[in-house]
């Protein structure tokens, strides 16, 4: 059964950085695609970022060139690396496995979630 993990979450000071981890158990795959999700106390849940199966990246425009993501397919552990944290970075962030990257949410492992705090 596939599972998802996130990791490394916690609060932080504006301006401050932390990375965010996701860990892929139960596929054998030898590759899939990522997508990180965030959502705000209050509003709907949005995309953040993605890494397809080649490692190219895509980011929502609120986030780009302050977030990276990156995938290491061997150990099937993906990575959000977030710097230049603003408080409206804030909210529950979600990674989600894409084994078939078919871009289908219905296909999607989601993991737990997990809270960054950002503060002023």
């Known amino acids: 059964q596939v599972q998802v993990v996130e990791s490394g979450g916690g609060s932080v000071q504006a301006g401050g950085s932390l990375r965010l981890s996701c860990a892929v158990s139960?596929?054998?795959?030898?590759?899939?695609?990522v997508g990180w999700f965030r959502q705000a106390p209050g509003k709907e849940r949005e995309a953040v970022a993605s890494?397809?199966?080649?490692?190219?990246?895509s980011y929502a425009t609120s986030v780009k060139g302050r977030f990276t993501a990156s995938k290491d397919n061997a150990q099937k552990i993906s990575y959000l690396q977030m710097n230049s944290l603003k408080v409206e970075d804030t909210g529950m962030y979600y990674c989600?496995?894409?084994?078939?990257?078919?871009?289908?949410?219905?296909?999607?492992?989601w993991g737990q979630g997990i809270q960054v705090t950002v503060s002023s």
């Open positions: 989600a496995a894409d084994l078939t990257c078919r871009l289908r949410s219905s296909d999607f492992y």
């Open positions: 139960g596929y054998t795959g030898s590759s899939y695609c």
């Open positions: 890494v397809v199966r080649d490692g190219s990246t």
